[in-house]
């Protein structure tokens, strides 16, 4: 079990009451409580507010609830549920969703293995320190050295996607077998793997170059990253 804490900005550590299992997930669930208050939640600016719903960059945002968060891909209207790992099922919060995440893929975070068949994530999943959680990637245009020798060790599974790249590839269907919970891919359907998984990740093409970095906080909400 672990408490969870996390260091704020300009303050000691802050301390929330629920403990969580080795996963973090939730232990002891109680539906009182906020389980994404605001220091925990993607901050903004030192001393700054974090209100509900927070856009960043121009082409994504987060909208944080008690036990879910939903992120919407702006670009292309793409929606996504996030719901605490431990807060109950599912079914419990469905009449809180908005409608446009009625429908919308559901991922239990913090999610616990990823897989991608672009090149842009790889390197927001290692400044994050989630490159141990990779299940499979397509290495040959990686420039990490890091990542690099890890593929070449053996570490992390690659395949190469291969062309055409339909729902049965080899890549396609490595993906859908790999135990990946997360499959990281863009509105182009870059290296994508035809299934629920699928989180179009659009970075290179969010106006600026710290709008386009600031996607880290993306993909840290699929981790409980954020902060």
Request: hydrophobic share 45%; proline share 6%; glycine share 6%.
């Amino acid at each position: 079990m672990k408490l969870m804490c996390i260091a704020m900005m300009l303050s000691s550590a802050a301390c929330f009451q629920f403990d969580l299992d080795a996963n973090g997930c939730l232990i002891n669930f109680d539906p009182a409580v906020d389980y994404f208050p605001p220091e925990l939640r993607a901050m903004v600016a030192e001393g700054g507010t974090m209100p509900t719903t927070v856009t960043f960059a121009t082409d994504f945002s987060i909208d944080y609830h008690h036990t879910f968060k939903v992120l919407r891909n702006l670009k292309n209207g793409k929606v996504y549920v996030l719901h605490q790992c431990g807060a109950g099922d599912i079914s419990t919060i469905a009449a809180d969703l908005p409608a446009d995440a009625v429908d919308a893929p559901v991922f239990e975070v913090p999610v616990q293995s990823w897989s991608t068949g672009s090149t842009v994530p790889i390197a927001f999943m290692e400044l994050l320190g989630l490159i141990g959680k990779a299940a499979l990637i397509d290495p040959q245009y990686a420039s990490s050295a890091c990542t690099q020798k890890l593929h070449q060790c053996g570490v992390i599974d690659t395949v190469l996607p291969g062309w055409p790249h339909t729902m049965y590839s080899a890549f396609a269907n490595a993906s859908r077998a790999s135990g990946s919970t997360v499959h990281w891919t863009d509105d182009w359907g870059t290296g994508k793997a035809f299934s629920d998984i699928d989180v179009a990740f659009d970075s290179t093409s969010d106006p600026g170059a710290l709008a386009r970095v600031e996607w880290i906080k993306f993909v840290a909400a699929f981790f409980n990253l954020e902060p």
